[in-house]
Structure formats: C-alpha cells, structure tokens
C-alpha cells in the first residue's frame, strides 16, 4: 500500500481528447483551465492538423498573463492519418472513418509514451463527442473516463431518445408528425435536430452518434456545456436514464465577470479576428449595434445575403456584420456581401472577416445578435446579457432556436418560406420588433437575469462549481 508521502507525491492528471474543430476545442480547453484552478494537471490533445494554431493562440494568451496555471495545461497532437495539406473537409466520410481507425492507435501510443510513470497517474480521461473512439481506448488501458457534451443539455435528450428508439420521432411515412419528450417543449418538426429528420441524409455525421449514444455506458460521467438554471427540466429528465451533469458555460472568464480569478484566458482561433471592430464600436451609442454572425461554418445563399443586407441597410441603425472570405468561392455567390452594399453603407455599418466575438457580445453598443445559433454562440450571448434573432440552418441549430423564442425567451426567430429561406421584410420586422417592439422589454430583461445565473452557476459555490468539484473529487478517488 502507497505511504502517505508517496500518495501526496502523486500527481493526478487529466488526459482531454478533442475533435480538431474550434468550437470543440475552446470548450474542453476551458474545462481543462478550471480543473486546472481545482489543483489537477490537465494536457489537452487533438490531431496534428490544429497543432500550429493553437501554439500561437497559447503563446498569444500567455503573452498577456501572469497566471502560473498556463504552465498546468500541456498541448499533445496526435496524426489522423493524413497529410497536414490534405483537404480534411472534402471528403469528411473518408476522413472521420480513417481517424475512427487511425486516432485509437496513435492515443494509445501517446499514452504508453507519456503516463507509464506512476508518479503521473492519468485519472480520467475527457473527450467529446466526434472522437466516440476515445472511450475504448480508455477503456483498453483501464482509465475511467468522461464525455464532455458540447451542445444543450436538451439535445443529448433528444439524440439519446432517438438513438436508443425511446420514443416515436417524424418518418417518411409521417413527416410532420410532433415529437413530445419529458422536460422539453412539444416539438415540431422544424424544431428538431436536423441529422434526425427522415429527409436529411447528412453521412458520417449522424452514424457517430449511431455509435455513441447506445454505447453511453462506456463514458463513466457525462458533463455538458450548459447550465442547470439554463435547462434544469432537460437535465432532470436525463437522470434516470443517464445523469448528465452541467459544468458551463464554458466561454471566457472574463465573459462572466471573472477577470481577476485565476482562470487562464485562451481561445483558439481558427482566423484571425479584426480586433479594430472593437474600437469602431466604441465611437457606437450604447445598445445601438446590431451584430450578424452565422459562425464558422456556415455560408448564406446569395437570396439570404441579399434578404439580410437589405433589412440591415433599411433599418438605419449601425451594425457589425460577420462575412467570411468563403474558403471555396463559388460561382452562385453564396456566402458574398451583394454587390454595392459595401459602398451603400460605409457610413452606417462594419462588414468584417472575422472578429473576436466574445469581447464583442460584451461591449455595451451590442443591441442583439443575428445569429445561427451554433451553442458556442448561444452560451456567449447569453453570458453577455444579449438578446437574439435567431435564423438556423442545420443540426443542433433549429432546436437551439427553439430554445431562444419558447424556453430561455430572449428573442425570436425568423419566420422562412417552405425552403427555408427568409425575405428582408422579416428580418426588418424582427430588427423593429426586438429593439422597439411589445417583447423587447420582457426579452432584455430574461436575457439580463439569465446572464446573472451564469455567473452565479460557475462562481464559487455555484451550481456548475459544484458539479465540476464533485466530479474532481471523484476522479482522484476511483
Ligand atoms: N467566432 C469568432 N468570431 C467570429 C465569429 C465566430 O470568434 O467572427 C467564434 C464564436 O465566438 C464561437 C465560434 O466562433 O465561439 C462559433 O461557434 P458556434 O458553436 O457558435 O458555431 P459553429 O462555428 O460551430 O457553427
């Protein structure tokens, strides 16, 4: 039996696995910081690819602080199996099935290399949801080992139902038939996920989950990103089936008043933000800028471009407007500023490629936020107090909407055609309505309350602390 002095020797680090993806990245990244404050050694790892950018946004932040814990959070990086030029998007069946055969040799490898010392004993592994690989090499080398769940607390109930066939979702034969799950509203079918409607064929995606949600058991804790005053009927409902525990929101410290802690604070930017849009919304009155982003991912047809820049220009008041240079043009223009907008309004709005989001949902010339509802998204505008439009496109997006207009209520979404595509007359209706119109007032006030309760959930004490701390104590007993 280990002596007191041997146990105290011992130091109890934390392995965290993550898809290479920005918006699966940041979140485990921050877990990892405050696991980090609660005295465990934590080394985040992810596939090669994202090696270089995530060395400069590690150098960017350390620049900047005098925190000790940098040093506590080690980067590793694993291959997937490709050329670091190969175009991992093109052909994302190929890639994900390569990785699910590739990553489990190579983590294995990483571990053998760096914890077969007993000094450094590996207890817990964390991954999350892309890589469902990860819980059989934890369980290969005998290390408990956790999921991190990145999107709402309301998806996995959902996703978990419908994988394990718990309940009657929409068929071809039934399209449109309502889904009624415990804690969440009625949903309709443009309520659901996307991956899980009979129409939308959307490849390796959906079989992931396939493989994840009946195999759940796997995982022996399950935390999400999320709050449990955010979706506390969504999680109650999860606990006879398979407990999911909040530790978020998992967005930067400073975001939710908590500056001065000692909390590290780092993000990976897959682009590089035009940080001057900062200093343009400064010379902005307060509660006047209507901010439009729809995420990484995602690019408009050329029609909704048009139907968002005509609504924007219509309504007269300053915005900062989020376009991307699209990494492929094409020839339908999807994803471009309509011609001559620029020019129309350079006096009114700013149109950059990238900003840094975070710091820009805090400032106080923010009125609202078009958004596409990506969660990372959702969980910074509300930890900023920053009501929304909300116009999704796919996966999580239509029941994170949901949630915007019927649950949280702090905004509204936009009404489309049969297609799905909106006209400029609605978003200028939504504009008018969520800065002047009857709920504007009811929408700012639940968006400033449950700002509040995220910061009482990840202070001391609070009901994500806590979580986080349980889960730590449970961690370095198992
Ligand atoms: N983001 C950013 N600058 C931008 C637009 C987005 O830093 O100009 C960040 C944003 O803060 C968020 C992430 O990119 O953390 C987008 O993640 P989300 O889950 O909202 O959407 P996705 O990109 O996965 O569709």
């Not at 996995?156 to 399209?175: A, D, V």
């Not at 048009?306 to 007269?316: G, M, Q, R, V």
């Not at 106080?364 to 596409?372: D, E, L, V």
């Not at 929304?388 to 909407?401: C, F, G, L, M, R």
Request: hydrophobic letters at 40%.
């Amino acid at each position: 039996m280990a002596s007191k002095e041997e146990k105290e020797a011992v130091h109890h680090h934390v392995l965290m696995v993550s898809f290479s993806a920005q918006g699966h990245i940041n979140p485990l990244l921050k877990l990892g910081i405050r696991l980090v404050s609660k005295g465990l050694h934590v080394t985040l790892a992810t596939t090669e690819v994202a090696q270089d950018r995530m060395f400069k946004s590690f150098a960017a932040a350390a620049a900047t602080t005098t925190i000790s814990s940098v040093s506590d959070i080690q980067l590793a990086f694993f291959s997937d199996g490709f050329d670091m030029d190969y175009d991992r998007k093109a052909n994302l069946d190929h890639y994900m099935e390569t990785l699910g055969k590739v990553g489990p040799i190579n983590l294995s490898k990483l571990i053998q290399q760096h914890y077969h010392d007993k000094q450094k004993k590996l207890c817990c592994i964390i991954s999350n949801p892309f890589v469902p690989w990860v819980a059989d090499v934890a369980v290969e080398h005998g290390i408990p080992c956790a999921m991190l769940w990145i999107q709402p607390c309301s998806l996995f109930t959902i996703y978990y139902r419908f994988y394990n066939n718990l309940n009657q979702f929409p068929t071809l034969e039934k399209p449109d038939l309502t889904v009624e799950l415990p804690g969440l509203p009625i949903l309709n079918p443009q309520d659901l996920p996307s991956f899980v409607l009979p129409s939308n064929p959307f490849g390796s995606l959906p079989k992931l989950f396939i493989e994840l949600f009946p195999n759940m058991k796997k995982h022996n804790w399950v935390l999400a990103n999320s709050f449990l005053e955010l979706e506390k009927e969504a999680i109650d409902s999860m606990s006879e089936l398979c407990p999911i525990r909040p530790v978020g929101p998992l967005v930067p410290p400073s975001l939710l008043g908590q500056d001065h802690e000692n909390l590290f604070d780092v993000e990976i930017q897959l682009r590089k933000p035009e940080d001057s849009c900062l200093e343009w919304l400064s010379n902005q009155a307060d509660s006047s800028v209507i901010y439009v982003s729809f995420g990484s991912i995602i690019d408009l047809s050329a029609k909704e471009m048009e139907a968002i820049a005509t609504a924007l220009k219509n309504s007269k008041r300053p915005f900062l407007w989020v376009v991307k240079k699209p990494e492929f043009p094409t020839a339908d223009k999807s994803g471009e500023i309509p011609q001559g907008f620029f020019e129309e309004t350079k006096k009114q709005g700013l149109i950059v490629s990238w900003c840094p989001q975070t710091k820009v949902l805090a400032h106080p010339a923010i009125a609202c936020f078009i958004t596409h509802c990506g969660w990372n998204s959702m969980l910074e505008t509300i930890s900023a107090g920053v009501p929304v439009i909300a116009y999704p496109q796919w996966s999580d997006q239509p029941t994170n909407a949901m949630l915007v207009s019927d649950v949280f209520k702090i905004g509204s979404r936009l009404g489309t055609n049969e297609d799905g595509v909106v006209n400029s007359e609605e978003v200028e209706k939504c504009i008018e309505e969520i800065i002047h119109g009857v709920k504007s007032e009811e929408y700012k006030k639940n968006a400033m309350e449950l700002k509040l309760a995220a910061r009482e959930a990840v202070a001391c004490g609070g009901s994500s602390d806590r979580n986080i701390q349980l889960f730590v104590e449970e961690i370095i007993g198992s």
